[in-house]
């Protein structure tokens, strides 16, 4: 088996690129000349991991592509959708601070954690908070972390000194039967997305000990803005049927790989460190084929001409691509998952099972009673994600919010570059990560619809 570093290391140094036509495809004919080719082809820096942390980045984007699979199965909707992973991970990272026994090996193996332990696991994800927003001062990076608990319960010490070390949040006391409680939650949402997701709560539930939340927001302009000027309204392809959409267009100069059923390429944010990788798939496939093979990157299937494994090998080449892509708007809500238990049964189906469970839960350390009569056994009842991203000329900017509920158990271009072309007007799947490392932030796939 590959390991999944040899994946993220595509992802940090190479870019690639899908053509549903010839690899040497003219240039279209609304093409305007002259048009300079930009170089996007650039090595970034690494953020120090040390060998365990690269083989838990590795092994947690194997969680992103599995769990992006779990989603896309369920939904039959054929609707966009963006999600972040990792968002999912932090969550269930101070879940793991307080878990013990079978329920600390779930959430750790399905993470990709392996049996790292609970320090391992804190001090990776210090590691990613301290270091993601330095990499590129021209990105607006955030990953931000809250604990609410209810009246009447207290965070025991160790686990209340880990959260402030390890994820920088900080426990905040409310009375969840009052209706302000829901919007002092709200509230910290939507200003840790500057404004995109301002609400996750409708109201608090009284029964609950305490809510866990974690933020993610980027914003980032593209290493080459697109030219508003060559953006034009034009036929998007829908598994469907068709619908007009604007496409923005663009030359450049990037590495590209394609196998029978996709390409991509990699468009690079700010100083290349950070970067979307758009996917799509060749004729006669689908973006549920592409997620597939993703997937089957993580195990031990995986195919030597899959293009994610041509570009970790350094066997892409520089292609001259004439790129279109839509300027799109996406918003998601685990919530409208077409399953019973949404989130929660995703993620069981992945191996977490007695985090959720009141009978099999073990996650002893996290709270106590405020009067004095000791601790008790939680365990998650529910969980959201809500995340949403924008596209457009100028660049990307997304967002994330994941909260846990928790309950009481008991209660300039050489003229030789071959050329190729890369319109995305029909549906493609799309990751945002952080280059260097190869963490993966965010994950979707865009239909049309």
């Not at 959430?107 to 391992?120: M, P, Y």
């Not at 066997?315 to 918003?331: G, H, I, M, Q, W």
């Amino acid at each position: 088996m590959k390991r999944m570093s040899k994946l993220l290391a595509m992802i940090a140094t190479s870019s690639i690129m899908l053509s549903c036509s010839s690899a040497s495809s003219e240039l279209t004919e609304d093409w305007e000349e002259p048009h300079k080719v930009v170089n996007w082809a650039t090595s970034p820096q690494p953020i120090q991991l040390t060998e365990e942390q690269k083989v838990f980045a590795n092994d947690n984007n194997g969680f992103t592509f599995n769990f992006i699979k779990a989603v896309n199965d369920i939904n039959t909707s054929g609707a966009s959708f963006i999600y972040s992973p990792l968002s999912i991970t932090y969550l269930l990272g101070m879940t793991n601070d307080a878990a013990i026994g079978i329920t600390e090996k779930e959430i750790e193996q399905t993470l990709g954690f392996h049996e790292g332990g609970i320090q391992a696991v804190n001090e990776y994800c210090k590691k990613l908070i301290e270091g993601l927003p330095k990499v590129d001062e021209s990105v607006k990076f955030n990953i931000a972390n809250a604990i609410f608990l209810n009246k009447g319960y207290k965070l025991k010490k160790q686990f209340e000194q880990d959260m402030q070390y390890y994820y920088d949040a900080k426990a905040e006391a409310l009375d969840f039967s009052s209706p302000q409680a829901a919007d002092v939650i709200n509230r910290w949402c939507k200003e840790k997305t500057n404004d995109m997701i301002p609400k996750v709560l409708e109201e608090t539930d009284d029964k609950m000990v305490s809510y866990l939340l974690n933020a993610i927001y980027f914003k980032a302009d593209w290493t080459s803005k697109f030219d508003t000027k060559y953006t034009k309204t034009e036929t998007f392809t829908k598994e469907n049927g068709q619908t007009q959409l604007p496409l923005m267009h663009q030359k450049v100069l990037i590495e590209y790989a394609r196998n029978e059923i996709f390409s991509a390429l990699k468009i690079p944010y700010g100083k290349n460190f950070w970067t979307m990788t758009v996917m799509l798939p060749e004729e006669g496939k689908t973006t549920d084929d592409i997620i597939n093979e993703l997937a089957k990157s993580s195990s031990n299937n995986t195919t030597q001409d899959n293009p994610w494994e041509i570009l970790q090998n350094n066997n892409s080449r520089l292609y001259e691509v004439d790129l279109k892509l839509p300027r799109f708007e996406t918003a998601s809500d685990t919530q409208k998952l077409e399953n019973e238990e949404k989130l929660i049964g995703v993620l069981k189906k992945m191996g977490i099972l007695r985090a959720f469970t009141p009978e099999g839960s073990e996650i002893p350390n996290m709270c106590e009673s405020s009067d004095g009569m000791g601790g008790m056994n939680l365990y998650i009842s529910m969980m959201q994600q809500i995340a949403k991203i924008e596209v457009n000329e100028e660049g990307s900017e997304a967002a994330a919010v994941t909260i846990g509920g928790f309950e009481n158990t008991c209660e300039g271009p050489d003229p030789e570059f071959p050329k190729a072309t890369f319109h995305a007007n029909r549906p493609f799947v799309y990751v945002i990560s952080e280059a260097s490392s190869g963490v993966i932030l965010f994950v979707g796939k865009f239909t049309g619809i």
